[in-house]
């Protein structure tokens, strides 16, 4: 920024200002949603609609950085066309005095110099183009004390016409003469120039300063997203070589968290034996996984061979496991009953923590829900498979 005398320039040229920029905002707010959507993907490979928008979400801030880049070279060529480089923006007129050794107080009071020029500050903002005004006093121990009152309006025409009214600070001055130093008065008009490579440069200040805050931030958010796949890969007994498998189709885990199990429908052949695995991801509240012969309403389901037990931690037939506070894992081998549609539950959020058990002739048995001694994923059928009801 730079101060000259006002009779240098055209005081209607064009003001150069950056317009404020929506692309920096809409390029942070995209890569937060791909962060978002990372994480719920994440969380749920076989949900499309995570995938999706993911998808549209890059695409989102794609297009956000290209518009933003576009603008920024036009606010570039626009500051190179003007190679003179300055637009005057707004007026100011510095007065100085001096206050005499000792009469500092005396201007200060009530009905003091100082103090009028401090009331002169209401009527001067019904002036037209009227933006500041400033007073500065450096008091001195001895000799006299230097006072700097700055006024500042939008345009000339504003200085012009308040300078045409009685109410100035000279004529303050006037009427305060044994407070003013005589001879010490002076008046500065200046008008104020902001150059427009300048103000592109400082543009491209903030524009630096929001795309790596947007990359710290969507980065933290695909590091979260990254490290909720290494767990879900160790939950599932990965790290033979292979990329680690998640979904119920390979798992044979029905996973919660959020007082929600993450899978809600799972398929599986009839009278086959299964091990699912029940991951428990709530540090609170407690849950637990039970299996109905049909809806909520029905019994619980029989043909448990290992690892249930009843709500209440008893063991049991039925394919339900204690309740309890996580992060836990439950496991357990039932026998499927026959063709149907059967519902599980937490018996603590029957509401929101509900699923569904399809089972289907045909239907693939996970590889990680294949009991150990299983040799063939399908028609292991056993004698106690059904229990006879519901289905
Ligand atoms: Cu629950």
Known sequence: MEQQHAHGHNPHEDIHLPDPSPWPLVAALATLVVGAALVWWSNDRSNDMAAITIGAAAFATLFAVGGWAWEDSRMRRRAAQHPEGAAPTRYTQVITFL???????AARAKDGVLAAIDDADNALRNLRGFQDLRITVSPAATGPSQVLVETTWTDREGLASYEETRK????????????VVPGSVQVF?????????????RFSLGAAATIVSAFIVGGFMIGAGLTLFGSEGTAAGGGEGTPPPSGFEETGIIPARNIRFLVTEIRLPPNTEVTLTFDNRDPSPPHNIQFHDGDASAPLLRGCKDGCQTANGQPTDEVSTAIATGPVQQKFTFVTPGPGRYTFVCVVHPVDMVGTMIVEEGAPVPPGAQPAGASTAQGTSTESGTSGTGS
């Open 168 to 179: 100035t600070i000279l004529d303050l001055l006037a009427q305060h003469e044994e407070q």
């Open 99 to 105: 206050i005499p050794e000792g009469q500092l107080d």
């Open 189 to 201: 008009d200046m008008e104020v120039v902001r150059d427009t490579k300048d103000v592109a440069f």
